[in-house]
C-alpha cells in the first residue's frame, strides 16, 4: 500500500521514569504474553515428552530467560522507530523505564539462558542457543528483509529439538513434529505484523508481511497456521482421530475469522491456535522423541 512519508519528528530522549514505575515498564517491555506464551508452549512439549519435573523445570527456565532477552532487546532496538511513529503504548517511548535499563535487562537475561540451555544437555543446549541467537538476528537486522520469517520459523522449529535432546540417548524430534512448530512460528510472525504495517513502512521496515501488505499477510498467516496443525494431526502415524479432525475443523474457522479482523486479534488468534496445538500434544502423550 502506498505510504506518504513525512519527515519525522526529532527524536528526544526519554525522560527519567520515576523509581516506582522501572518495574513495571521493565516486565512490559519483555513482550510478556508471547514470552508466556512460547514458555508454556514448551512445557507442554516437555510434558508431552516425558521429561519429568525437572527436566521440565530445566526447559520453561531455559526458554523464559531467552524469551526475556529476545523481548526487552527488541524494544530496545525499535526505540528510534517507536519515537518516530509515536507508539506510546511502548514503555521506553512512554519513558516508564529507561533504554540502559532495558539493554542491560536483556543482556542478563542472555547471560543467564546459557547455562540453563545446557543444563538440558550439551547438544540440547546448543540448539536452543541457536533458536535465541536467530530471534536476535530477527531484532537487529533480518526483521526489514524478505527473509523477516526464517528467523521464527527458524527458532520455532529448534523447540521440540531442545526439549527431546534433553531426554535420555538425545533423540531428535519426528519430523512432523518440527515441521509444525515451524510453521507456527512463520504463521505467528505474519499475524503479529498486521497491526503495524503502515508503521513499519513509514519507518523504512520492509519485511515480507509489509511487502505482501495487510491482506496478502493475512492470508499467509491464516494458511500457515492451519498448515500447523495439519501436520499435528496428520503426521504421527496411525489414524487420524476424531478429536483432530474436530479440532483442525476448529483451527479452520478460527482462523477463517481472525485474519479477518484488525488489530492485535490476529496475533491473539495465533496464540490460541498454538493452544490447541498443545491441547492435541497433550491428548497424544508421551512418544514425542
Given at each position: 500500500?502506498?505510504?506518504?512519508?513525512?519527515?519525522?519528528?526529532?527524536?528526544?530522549?526519554?525522560?527519567?521514569?520515576?523509581?516506582?514505575?522501572?518495574?513495571?515498564?521493565?516486565?512490559?517491555?519483555?513482550?510478556?504474553?508471547?514470552?508466556?506464551?512460547?514458555?508454556?508452549?514448551?512445557?507442554?512439549?516437555?510434558?508431552?515428552?516425558g521429561r519429568g519435573p525437572t527436566g521440565c523445570a530445566l526447559a520453561a527456565g531455559a526458554v523464559a530467560a531467552?524469551?526475556?532477552?529476545?523481548?526487552?532487546?527488541?524494544?530496545?532496538?525499535?526505540?528510534?522507530?517507536?519515537?518516530?511513529?509515536?507508539?506510546?503504548?511502548?514503555?521506553?517511548?512512554?519513558?516508564?523505564?529507561?533504554?540502559?535499563?532495558?539493554?542491560?535487562?536483556?543482556?542478563?537475561?542472555?547471560?543467564?539462558?546459557?547455562?540453563?540451555?545446557?543444563?538440558?544437555?550439551?547438544?540440547?543446549?546448543?540448539?536452543?542457543?541457536?533458536?535465541?541467537?536467530?530471534?536476535?538476528?530477527?531484532?537487529?537486522?533480518?526483521?526489514?528483509?524478505?527473509?523477516?520469517?526464517?528467523?521464527?520459523?527458524?527458532?520455532?522449529?529448534?523447540?521440540?529439538?531442545?526439549?527431546?535432546?534433553?531426554?535420555?540417548?538425545?533423540?531428535?524430534?519426528?519430523?512432523?513434529?518440527?515441521?509444525?512448530?515451524?510453521?507456527?512460528?512463520?504463521?505467528?510472525?505474519?499475524?503479529?505484523?498486521?497491526?503495524?504495517?503502515?508503521?513499519?513502512?513509514?519507518?523504512?521496515?520492509?519485511?515480507?508481511?509489509?511487502?505482501?501488505?495487510?491482506?496478502?499477510?493475512?492470508?499467509?498467516?491464516?494458511?500457515?497456521?492451519?498448515?500447523?496443525?495439519?501436520?499435528?494431526?496428520?503426521?504421527?502415524?496411525?489414524?487420524?482421530?476424531?478429536?483432530?479432525?474436530?479440532?483442525?475443523?476448529?483451527?479452520?474457522?478460527?482462523?477463517?475469522?481472525?485474519?479477518?479482523?484488525?488489530?492485535?486479534?490476529?496475533?491473539?488468534?495465533?496464540?490460541?491456535?498454538?493452544?490447541?496445538?498443545?491441547?492435541?500434544?497433550?491428548?497424544?502423550?508421551?512418544?514425542?522423541?
Amino acid at each position: 500500500m502506498p505510504v506518504t512519508r513525512q519527515t519525522p519528528p526529532a527524536v528526544h530522549a526519554p525522560v527519567r521514569p520515576r523509581a516506582g514505575a522501572r518495574t513495571a515498564g521493565l516486565l512490559a517491555a519483555c513482550h510478556p504474553v508471547p514470552a508466556a506464551a512460547v514458555t508454556l508452549f514448551t512445557v507442554a512439549l516437555a510434558l508431552a515428552a516425558g521429561r519429568g519435573p525437572t527436566g521440565c523445570a530445566l526447559a520453561a527456565g531455559a526458554v523464559a530467560a531467552g524469551q526475556l532477552s529476545v523481548g526487552w532487546s527488541n524494544d530496545r532496538a525499535d526505540l528510534r522507530r517507536d519515537l518516530t511513529t509515536g507508539r506510546r503504548d511502548k514503555p521506553l517511548v512512554a519513558g516508564s523505564v529507561r533504554p540502559a535499563s532495558v539493554a542491560v535487562a536483556a543482556f542478563v537475561a542472555l547471560l543467564v539462558c546459557v547455562p540453563l540451555s545446557l543444563a538440558s544437555g550439551a547438544l540440547a543446549g546448543v540448539v536452543h542457543l541457536v533458536a535465541v541467537a536467530a530471534a536476535w538476528g530477527y531484532n537487529l537486522r533480518l526483521k526489514s528483509t524478505v527473509v523477516s520469517w526464517a528467523p521464527y520459523a527458524l527458532a520455532f522449529g529448534l523447540l521440540p529439538a531442545f526439549v527431546t535432546l534433553g531426554l535420555p540417548g538425545s533423540p531428535w524430534p519426528p519430523a512432523w513434529l518440527t515441521g509444525a512448530a515451524a510453521l507456527l512460528g512463520a504463521g505467528a510472525h505474519f499475524a503479529n505484523v498486521l497491526p503495524d504495517i503502515a508503521d513499519d513502512l513509514a519507518t523504512g521496515v520492509t519485511g515480507l508481511p509489509q511487502r505482501l501488505g495487510a491482506r496478502g499477510s493475512a492470508a499467509v498467516a491464516g494458511l500457515l497456521l492451519l498448515g500447523s496443525t495439519a501436520a499435528l494431526v496428520t503426521g504421527p502415524p496411525g489414524p487420524v482421530s476424531a478429536y483432530g479432525l474436530g479440532l483442525l475443523a476448529l483451527t479452520g474457522l478460527l482462523v477463517a475469522g481472525t485474519c479477518r479482523a484488525r488489530g492485535r486479534v490476529p496475533f491473539l488468534g495465533a496464540l490460541a491456535v498454538a493452544a490447541a496445538d498443545v491441547a492435541l500434544l497433550l491428548v497424544r502423550g508421551a512418544g514425542l522423541g
